[in-house]
């Protein structure tokens, strides 16, 4: 039987691209800077325009289909996950990279049907590489198939994780502690890219071995969670529990016994989910 979301897929890729390509313009000219939820939760035109192209280029292929955009939920939409074939989308994941033009930008979209998702696409567009995962069928940065590292020991592993001011001084200090936990297990290191979805493929491709993070949205995780699980790594909660996309928190490793190890060390604070109607 001939793949049903195959031509779903090659349309996304087209999409990704043009969307990176506005991105890519964008950085040229000033950019102008909102905030969002605090003054450190940024939003630009950028992401704003770029969310609109892809929304508006899948509805008029598939009307039936739904979507949770990032700026779509920001403006009111609901962050509900249905059976229905939906759209998980990240316009620019990295926005703090993007107003200041540090290097990891990124579109990050993932596509879910019956809650599962199908296929995965991340383009890191000012390195223009384009990470693309289809469920069953393996992982690829610009074509190439990439694999995680073959690394099962936390000591010699190097892990990704994002921080960033929390207005709770609790999970502040839970969240900074966490980092201190996991440098003294010891590792070789820790780094903050600052987009997730690019941390996903680059544990995804064997440059990290680790990415954890509590605090992130789905449209962070959808595309990158097709890409991970393709190229054989593995994504679980931060608890060692299953992966739950709409949980807002995960682990992702090269090897289940990574994963576990940091699940060990983390102390785990409440972030919400995004699916809460509120
Ligand atoms: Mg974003």
Known sequence: M???WQECMDHCLAVTMEAGK????ALKKDISIMQ????VDLVTETDQKVEALIISSIKEKYPTHSFIGEESVAAGAPSILTDNPTWIIDPIDGTTNFVHRFPFVSVSIGFA???EIEFGIVYSCIEEKMYTARK???AFCNGAPIRVSEQKDITKSLVLTEMGLRTDPEHFKASMSNIQKILSIPVHGIRCPGSAAVNMCLVACGSADAYYHIGIHCWDMAGGAAIISEAGGVIMDVTGGPFDLMSRRLITASSTAIAERIAQQLQVFPCGRDDTVG
């Not at 506005?22 to 313009?25: A, F, Q």
């Not at 969002?36 to 003054?39: E, G, H, L, N, R």
């Open 2 to 4: 001939a793949d049903p």
């Open 22 to 25: 506005m991105i890519r313009e």
């Open 36 to 39: 969002k939820s605090s003054p």
């Open 113 to 115: 049907v019956k809650k």
């Open 136 to 138: 069953g069928k393996g």
